[in-house]
């Protein structure tokens, strides 16, 4: 069945290091990932998409890196903040396409220390 | 710019009762998405709607869930019969258009607590 899921259920990093959020999807036919941030109390945040026709798409601070051939995904902040603590998700969009319905993984959490 | 508008962002309901929750997309956004969260998960799609229409129901419970999405005013996703089961966190996202974007913009959630 497909699944997407994450490595590792919390990530805890020092401010001003880099964070690497993993990220294993099953789907091959998924073309479209996205990560999204979710605050306590708030709705998943857009961070950065990528098209499985790229490997790699930078943003502001982050890096989203794409491996076909082992089916991963990463997220990479630069220069981590506090700010950028929450709850990272990683969503593919299976093998339907272009639907909008998209595979959420379980999140991690990234706890940055001051 | 106002993004995806959901209300309430709390909503207590005693077993038996009935929840409905609302949600405006983004302006210019024609198509609603309803995905469910439930403590320390990742969020599962619902449904798929479009102005009138139902165009993915696959995550819909068959009993006691509905949406719709009429031509004027805020998409409704309404839970009869609420069971304690039912709380969680209730998110809408829209986006611009099928095929050439998927990029979905979420509203805060409805907290769904039955009591």
């Known amino acids: 069945g497909e699944s997407v899921g994450l490595h590792l259920p919390t990530l805890s990093v020092q401010e001003g290091d880099n964070s690497i959020i993993n990220c294993a999807y099953s789907?091959?036919?998924?073309?479209?990932f996205i990560w999204y941030k979710q605050e306590s109390g708030k709705g998943p945040q857009f961070i950065i998409d990528i098209r499985s026709n790229m490997d790699k798409r930078q943003g502001q601070r982050v890096t989203v890196l794409l491996n076909k051939t082992v089916k991963h995904l990463s997220l990479q902040i630069a220069a981590t903040q506090p700010g950028d603590s929450a709850v990272y998700f990683c969503a593919e969009n299976g093998s339907l396409g272009n639907t909008g319905k998209l595979i959420f993984g379980q999140g991690t959490t990234l706890q940055v220390k001051p | 710019n106002a993004g995806v508008m959901q209300n309430p962002r709390h909503l207590v309901r005693r077993r038996g009762q009935e929840a409905r929750l609302r949600c405006s997309p983004m302006k210019g956004h024609s198509h609603v998405y309803w995905y469910r969260q439930l403590p320390e998960e990742g969020l599962k799609f619902m449904v798929y709607l479009q102005k009138e229409n139902i165009i993915d129901e696959s995550g819909m419970p068959k009993e006691r869930f509905s949406a719709e999405f009429p031509k004027e005013g805020p998409s409704i996703l309404r839970i009869q019969q609420v069971v304690r089961g039912d709380s969680a966190a209730y998110f809408c996202?829209?986006?611009?258009?099928?095929?050439?974007?998927?990029?979905?913009?979420f509203g805060s959630g409805t907290q769904l607590s039955v009591l």
């Open positions: 789907n091959s036919a998924s073309d479209y």
């Open positions: 996202a829209s986006s611009s258009e099928q095929g050439s974007n998927e990029k979905l913009f």
